[in-house]
């Protein structure tokens, strides 16, 4: 058995077919060790860390910073067993005559495990050498299934042509760094795993640091000095139109590659908005008694600590209507309606990656308390940019907060596979009739869409109103109903 594993692009969930290659965390030459992050990877649902399936010396980097490469495509060959010595052939194969490039291209190498993995074998190792499987010689095409006994490839049997040599692993040159837009290096950054995760508890980026160890690699201490100094002020910079700038052509248009969350996003809200026949209804709220109802609860010894928000209420809001409506909550299955004795309840955030939609498992089973350490969980998660394709997977029902951005309400598209949306608007001070008398009132406007072929009006009408019910006077609705 070949001790240089080759490692492929993992499927990180919900059969994406690729991801996009964002930074090397290690490079060739390094010692890994088993389950060490190697190399950041952003998928149309999150950016996530992929650790290392084994521990040895890295051989070649088949893919840079910046690639989109397909789910089961070589990303890194390892050498597990590095203190055995040199790589070498047999004494055979040091004995057949060197092959051309056009034979190379024809030979047929059978996979490891049976299976059929797609990318490159072969790379640029410590020396000059090339990492080869024994008894293959270097090779720069596609691995292919083994063909038919007795069956010979055209390709192979005819004369040598001259063939365009296959890009060779990429291994990351130690270069001058790449510069950000804030002036920040980018790019792989020598730090041991332990250093790393002390960097993020700390709030430090490793990307500004100039590391004082062995070949310039980053210590505790250098994160710690990091730390403890005065936060320099940083220059304001306003990169949107920069960019943009720089962006358009002669024609003075600018075209955007559609990848990542993006693509997703598009791909979902086309599907949703041309198989659901949507139905969107709007209720106006005082929410007067809600806000204030905040306000004690965050006086309240232990809540001092606690992000409490108007969603709070919203949330705790639709899992209480849903076990009213449990309709709501449920799934167009063709044949059948798939009804939810759980709620994922999914929250729209917008990322500088786009828009995604994480939920909170079995929400409905959480206390308020519970419900409020998860969204700021999920919150904090999101910023940060680390959010998990598990963590967006399995939504049954979404809020969407338009609010944070000073709008009223809007007409959500459903998420695939969801039946309701809620979209929470701007809580704003209105004149609003209370008690016979037009008065100053924090007031909100819901808007909710439905699957019609599930939830009729009626339905949809009862939900949005015991939400509504709720906002109006939250300590009333948790004693009719529970």
Same mark, same amino acid.
């Given at each position: 058995m070949s001790r240089i594993k080759t490692f492929n692009l993992p499927d990180l969930g919900e059969g994406l077919t690729e991801g996009e290659i964002l930074a090397w965390l290690v490079k060739v030459g390094d010692d890994i060790e088993l389950n060490q992050p190697i190399v950041e990877v952003e998928t149309a649902k999150a950016a996530v860390e992929i650790p290392a399936k084994w521990a040895g010396r890295v051989q070649a980097i088949f893919h840079p910073e910046g690639t989109t490469v397909e789910v089961g495509s070589p990303i890194i060959a390892i050498d597990t067993d590095p203190t055995a010595g040199p790589i070498e052939q047999s004494k055979d194969d040091a004995s057949r005559p060197t092959p051309s490039a056009a034979s190379l291209a024809a030979v047929e190498v059978a996979p490891e495990e049976g299976m059929v993995e797609p990318g490159l074998i072969g790379g640029v190792a410590p020396g000059g050498r090339t990492a080869v499987l024994v008894g293959y010689g270097p090779r720069n095409a596609p691995a292919k299934r083994r063909p038919r006994k007795g069956g010979v490839p055209a390709q192979a049997a005819a004369p040598a042509a001259p063939v365009q040599p296959a890009p060779a692993p990429v291994v990351p040159a130690p270069a001058a760094p790449a510069v950000n837009g804030n002036g920040r290096v980018t790019g792989a950054v020598l730090a041991k795993p332990p250093v790393r995760k002390l960097a993020k508890d700390l709030g430090v980026d490793l990307a500004t640091l100039t590391?004082?160890?062995?070949?310039?690699?980053?210590?505790?201490?250098?994160?710690?000095?990091?730390?403890?100094?005065?936060?320099?002020?940083?220059?304001?910079?306003?990169?949107?139109?920069?960019?943009a700038a720089a962006s358009f052509g002669a024609d003075r248009e600018q075209r955007i590659p559609v990848k990542g969350v993006r693509k997703l996003t598009a791909e979902n809200m086309a599907r949703s908005a041309f198989t659901a026949p949507h139905v969107t209804e709007f209720l106006t709220v005082d929410v007067t008694r809600a806000m204030k109802a905040l306000d004690r609860l965050r006086e309240r010894r232990e809540w001092r600590d606690v992000r409490v928000s108007p969603l709070l209420l919203v949330a705790k809001a639709v899992l209480l209507a849903v076990k009213r409506h449990p309709m709501v909550n449920s799934t167009w299955a063709g044949d059948e309606i798939?009804?939810?004795?759980?709620?994922?309840?999914?929250?729209?955030?917008?990322?500088?990656?786009?828009?995604?939609?994480?939920?909170?498992? #079995?929400? %409905?089973?959480?206390? *308020?308390?519970?419900?409020?350490? !998860?969204?700021? &969980?999920?919150?904090?998660?999101?910023?940060?940019?680390?959010?998990?394709?598990?963590?967006?997977?399995?939504?049954?029902?979404?809020?969407?907060?338009?609010?944070?951005?000073?709008? #009223?309400? %809007?007409?959500?598209? *459903?998420?695939?596979?969801?039946? !309701?949306?809620? &979209?929470?608007?701007?809580?704003?001070?209105?004149?609003?009739?209370?008690?016979?008398?037009?008065?100053p009132r924090l007031v909100t406007t819901l808007g909710l869409s439905f699957d019609h072929r599930i939830i009729d009006g009626e339905l949809g009408s009862k939900f949005l109103r015991d939400i509504g019910d709720f906002l109006a006077d939250p300590e009333a609705a948790l004693l009719a109903w529970t």
């Amino acid at each position: 058995m070949s001790r240089i594993k080759t490692f492929n692009l993992p499927d990180l969930g919900e059969g994406l077919t690729e991801g996009e290659i964002l930074a090397w965390l290690v490079k060739v030459g390094d010692d890994i060790e088993l389950n060490q992050p190697i190399v950041e990877v952003e998928t149309a649902k999150a950016a996530v860390e992929i650790p290392a399936k084994w521990a040895g010396r890295v051989q070649a980097i088949f893919h840079p910073e910046g690639t989109t490469v397909e789910v089961g495509s070589p990303i890194i060959a390892i050498d597990t067993d590095p203190t055995a010595g040199p790589i070498e052939q047999s004494k055979d194969d040091a004995s057949r005559p060197t092959p051309s490039a056009a034979s190379l291209a024809a030979v047929e190498v059978a996979p490891e495990e049976g299976m059929v993995e797609p990318g490159l074998i072969g790379g640029v190792a410590p020396g000059g050498r090339t990492a080869v499987l024994v008894g293959y010689g270097p090779r720069n095409a596609p691995a292919k299934r083994r063909p038919r006994k007795g069956g010979v490839p055209a390709q192979a049997a005819a004369p040598a042509a001259p063939v365009q040599p296959a890009p060779a692993p990429v291994v990351p040159a130690p270069a001058a760094p790449a510069v950000n837009g804030n002036g920040r290096v980018t790019g792989a950054v020598l730090a041991k795993p332990p250093v790393r995760k002390l960097a993020k508890d700390l709030g430090v980026d490793l990307a500004t640091l100039t590391g004082s160890g062995p070949l310039g690699s980053i210590t505790r201490e250098d994160v710690q000095r990091a730390a403890s100094a005065p936060a320099a002020a940083e220059p304001l910079t306003v990169a949107a139109p920069a960019t943009a700038a720089a962006s358009f052509g002669a024609d003075r248009e600018q075209r955007i590659p559609v990848k990542g969350v993006r693509k997703l996003t598009a791909e979902n809200m086309a599907r949703s908005a041309f198989t659901a026949p949507h139905v969107t209804e709007f209720l106006t709220v005082d929410v007067t008694r809600a806000m204030k109802a905040l306000d004690r609860l965050r006086e309240r010894r232990e809540w001092r600590d606690v992000r409490v928000s108007p969603l709070l209420l919203v949330a705790k809001a639709v899992l209480l209507a849903v076990k009213r409506h449990p309709m709501v909550n449920s799934t167009w299955a063709g044949d059948e309606i798939v009804v939810k004795d759980y709620v994922n309840l999914g929250i729209a955030a917008a990322t500088e990656r786009g828009l995604i939609v994480p939920n909170i498992k #079995d929400a %409905g089973r959480l206390s *308020l308390r519970e419900l409020a350490d !998860a969204m700021t &969980a999920l919150v904090q998660t999101a910023k940060q940019g680390k959010t998990s394709p598990a963590d967006m997977s399995g939504g049954t029902l979404t809020i969407t907060n338009v609010g944070v951005f000073g709008v #009223d309400t %809007g007409t959500p598209i *459903l998420p695939p596979g969801e039946s !309701a949306i809620l &979209a929470f608007g701007a809580v704003r001070e209105l004149p609003w009739v209370h008690k016979g008398k037009v008065k100053p009132r924090l007031v909100t406007t819901l808007g909710l869409s439905f699957d019609h072929r599930i939830i009729d009006g009626e339905l949809g009408s009862k939900f949005l109103r015991d939400i509504g019910d709720f906002l109006a006077d939250p300590e009333a609705a948790l004693l009719a109903w529970t």
